[in-house]
């Protein structure tokens, strides 16, 4: 008798270390169990609120009565203050994200996006591609956290538009369980996702020992960039900078086995 089996799930045996939490880190962890891995959320970055939070209130309301014709979102972290916020983005007002991730996280909790950055995912191409859409004037609400650097405002204030540049928040670091440390030692958890850069960071500070075995991979070049600056040795960078593309990337890898399955 010839049955033929189903074909493996592309991530089945697979445990990945989803680094962010909130309605992203869940839909990644859905992606994974339909590819037949094991998500283990560990939210390893947050942020904290803004140290100019009427600023911050005073532009979402702004945002929300119609004031801008553009709102630029350059994190997903910045969708999760917008979502925090209950921040109502009103249908005369254009979107941009920065890249899929980002895009990603907007459409997760219901918001809409206009336009994504076809080639470069960053302030610059993201700025570029909104000039080359508007050649009026506009008024734009540039959210950002408190490290990055104003290249989108600066550029897009350059070509004659009107930006209102507003710190939304701080990003702070979020402590591993036991648990997970422990997992990440032994080699059991078998791939870490570097989602941006803050996120290596983390990974790099909170996780002493990572096996060699243990595959880090990265979402995009830039990412990949920020990631072996903190010192983390990436063994994959996603083709497309979306999550999909990550996850094929580390199915392309054959499973690595756990330190501890070969212990008597």
Do not use: C
């Amino acid at each position: 008798m010839n049955h033929t089996s189903p074909q493996p799930k592309p991530l089945t045996g697979w445990r990945l270390l989803v680094p962010r939490g909130g309605p992203w880190g869940d839909g990644v962890a859905a992606t994974i169990r339909r590819s037949g891995g094991t998500p283990v959320i560990a939210p390893l970055i947050n942020f904290a609120p803004s140290t100019d939070q009427a600023t911050l209130e005073q532009s979402l309301a702004d945002l929300a009565n119609g004031a801008f014709d553009w709102l630029t979102v350059t994190s997903a972290t910045t969708v999760d203050v917008l979502y925090a916020y209950h921040a109502k983005i009103p249908a005369s007002t254009k979107v941009a994200a920065v890249g899929e991730t980002t895009a990603a996280a907007l459409t997760a909790v219901g918001y809409k996006v206009d336009l994504v950055p076809e080639r470069d995912n960053s302030a610059a191409g993201m700025a570029e591609q909104m000039i080359a859409a508007e050649p009026q004037p506009r008024q734009v609400l540039t959210l950002r956290s408190e490290i990055a650097k104003p290249v989108l405002t600066r550029m897009l204030v350059e070509a004659g538009h009107h930006v209102r540049s507003v710190v939304a928040y701080r990003t702070v670091g979020v402590p591993a369980s036991d648990k997970v440390i422990e997992d990440v030692r032994t080699g059991r958890i078998n791939a870490i996702l570097v989602t941006s850069g803050s996120v290596a960071d983390q990974v790099r500070e909170q996780f002493a020992v990572i096996p060699e075995t243990t595959i880090i991979a990265a979402i995009g070049p830039r990412t990949a960039k920020d990631a072996k600056r903190a010192g983390l040795l990436v063994d994959v960078i996603a083709e497309m900078q979306s999550v999909d593309s990550l996850l094929a990337a580390v199915s392309r890898f054959p499973l690595p086995q756990p330190a501890d399955e070969y212990a008597p």
